[in-house]
């Protein structure tokens, strides 16, 4: 508390832009990874990813190291424009008081980071299509062959309009809000516990990186299912219209997923996404918390 929202829209970005850069290239691995074997049967289909450490060695390989920094300009305006917002609707609700009510600070965070999600679509859009590209004996999912970040853009607005640039939000509002609830509501309780039981002193670095870590696993748990959708409807081929070629939207992906690839499907790349949220929820709150102190 005590910081203006405005002020907190401001950390709220640069604290989730330093974590991006740091965690991107698991971003880029996690990406691969949800979209191998898309609508196939387990054990169906050649698996040139296969763990985080081998799929990034995979990515190297194909794509040299700047691979694993692929969609890394994109990534920064995604976490700039969400985090900004996110955080910045959540210092409103603490400056209301809404996050001292029973189960406030799960609606505080859901509500902030579905406007956050909202906001920041058309990049997360661009950021996925760019992490996805690579060699042909190396491709996974659906590849839109752009050739910079402003070209997707502008190849996407060309195509279907300012609606296009949007395509995918339905699963990424359910994603950012649950992700959003989780890591707030868990980093704040966890931060606090670790302080009662005098573990580690109030304000301290050590209290602020165990409760990012708790927020982490609680946080990767949670989200993997709609991390995996999300990536999916917005990586999916689309047809002159603008309609999805493989899912017609957030429950149909969910069905598809759980019938053809079980669900574990849901489930997938699970590991790389909690050694990129773990980083970054820590990173992330970490910058955030001691940006407002400063």
Known sequence: GG???AIDLVLGATAGCLACFLTNPLEVVKTRLQLQGELQPPGTYPRPYRGVLRAAVAVCRADGLRGLQKGLAAGLLYQGLMNGVRFYCYSHAEDAGWTGYPGGTVAAGAVAGAVGAVVGSPAYLVKTHLQAQTLSTMAVGHQHNHESISGAFKS???QHGVVGLWRGVTGAVPRVA?????QLATFTSAKDWVCERQWFRKGSWAAVLAGGMV????VAVTMTPFDVISTRLYNQPVDAEGTGKLYRGFLDCILQISSKEGLLGLYKGIGAVYLRLGPHTVLSLFFWDKLRNM
Request: no cysteine.
């Open 178 to 182: 649950v992700g959003s609830a989780v």
């Open 3 to 5: 910081v203006p929202p």
């Open 156 to 158: 996407i607005y060309q």
């Open 215 to 218: 927020s982490g696993v609680a």
